[in-house]
């Protein structure tokens, strides 16, 4: 299992705990799963007996509707949060030059964090993707000197320097609308499990 479909869901069962295998499937199928993150119906189903088996997640009992057979629910453990904390964080600060998933499945979980880390992380994303860019450039430049490599192989790096500008320009809008106190975060007033209000949160400085 990858760390992407760790990551959606454990953050998926964590998000809406107690919850059953085909409330998962459906849910996540909105969130077109599939095309970015190229998990498939049948692989949510089998991500969660590893995760079981890892003893990220355990049996919270059963939940009947209508005529249906009962469906087991599922809840996260304490070494789950663990883990799937480990996971958002390490996704959080880590900028990959030619892998867009993680990003996504960040932008679904990051709620589990509080603001400031977030908006650190951010901050911290814009300016490594300028290193990253950089980098393609020096690639591009070996590319050009090689005596073997296709001259165009440097269209990897392009593509991947465009897709990374695409990236910042996001992350710098996203970062300007959590200071403007858009979407809620772990330990506000209306953050996932706790009571919703109408408490703004607090401006992040």
């Not at 993150?37 to 009992?61: R, V």
């Not at 009947?64 to 599922?74: H, K, V």
């Not at 979407?183 to 209306?190: I, L, N, P, S």
Request: net charge neutral.
């Amino acid at each position: 299992m990858s760390n992407i479909t760790r990551l959606v869901v454990l953050g998926a069962v964590r998000q809406f705990e107690p919850v059953h295998g085909y409330f998962l499937r459906r849910e996540l199928m909105t969130w077109h799963v599939d095309e970015w993150a190229n998990i498939q119906p049948g692989s949510i189903y089998n991500a969660l007996k590893s995760l079981k088996q890892d003893g990220y997640i355990q049996e919270a009992g059963t939940e009947a509707s209508g005529n249906r057979p009962e469906r087991t629910t599922y809840q996260t453990t304490p070494q789950g949060v663990v883990e799937l904390m480990r996971l958002l964080r390490q996704t959080l600060w880590t900028v990959e030059t030619f892998d867009p998933k993680p990003v996504m499945a960040l932008t679904s979980f990051m709620f589990l964090l509080s603001r400031p880390e977030v908006v650190a992380a951010l901050k911290f994303r814009i300016t490594e993707i300028d290193a990253k860019i950089a980098s393609n450039g020096f690639d591009i430049a070996d590319v050009a000197r090689s005596t073997t490599t296709p001259a165009y192989v440097r269209e990897i790096f392009e593509l991947s320097s465009v897709r990374l500008r695409a990236e910042q320009e996001w992350a710098r809008g996203l970062y300007d609308r959590i200071l403007a106190g858009h979407y809620v975060f772990d330990g506000e007033a209306g953050a996932p499990g706790r009571p919703s209000t109408d408490v703004a949160p607090a401006p992040v400085t």
